[in-house]
């Protein structure tokens, strides 16, 4: 009911009736309801916040596990080994791709995956400290993609339509 005012002034009725000769014209009226609304959501990224505002800041974050020293990259919040509960660690971000996956299409609903033209590159990244593979996208010609080429973060600092894409990979020897 909270919102039932606002959404009704935005209504917009739109009666088309039969010809009044039509035998039905009493019983058959065709109605079109058009509104708009308009919702904002908040979505909180909860314990995994620091890696993304880490990521704003041009660092990567990890968590380690303190007891089984697991390193997490994408950081976890509780360790799968032995459900400590990790610290977080600062890793460089470099790293080997480990396998990867080309899509021909663009299949992003973010501006961020939308603006790429041509395939995209998805890749699974062993990073150098860490135990987990990492999957982003790599940012490169498509004859350097090969398992085992070596990567580093590139950060972002304009808008971007979600906090993981502060970051995606280049190979590590591109000077950009
Ligand atoms: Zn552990």
Redesign the pocket.
């Known amino acids: 009911m909270l919102y039932g005012k606002s959404i009704k002034t935005l209504i917009d009725h739109e009666r088309n009736r039969l010809p009044e000769e039509h035998p039905w014209s009493d019983f058959i009226e065709q109605i079109t309801v058009s509104f708009a609304l308009q919702q904002e959501y908040r979505h909180s990224l909860g314990r995994y916040s620091r890696f993304f505002c880490e990521l704003a800041n041009g660092r990567f974050f990890a968590t380690r596990?303190?007891?089984?020293?697991?390193v997490y990259a994408p950081p976890r919040t509780l360790?799968?080994?032995?459900?400590?509960i990790?610290d977080w660690v600062e890793l460089s971000g470099k790293g080997t791709v480990k396998t990867f996956s080309v899509l021909h299409f663009n299949a992003g609903i973010g501006a961020d995956v939308k603006s790429i033209h041509g395939p995209i590159f998805l890749v699974y990244v062993l990073l150098d400290g860490g135990h987990t593979l990492f999957p982003h996208l790599l940012r490169c010609a498509a004859e350097r993609l090969a398992i085992g080429l070596r990567v580093k973060p590139q950060y972002v600092s304009g808008p971007v339509s979600h906090p993981l894409h502060l970051m995606y990979f280049v190979p590590e020897d591109e000077v950009l």
């Open positions: 596990c303190p007891k089984c020293d697991r360790c799968l080994d032995c459900q400590s990790p």
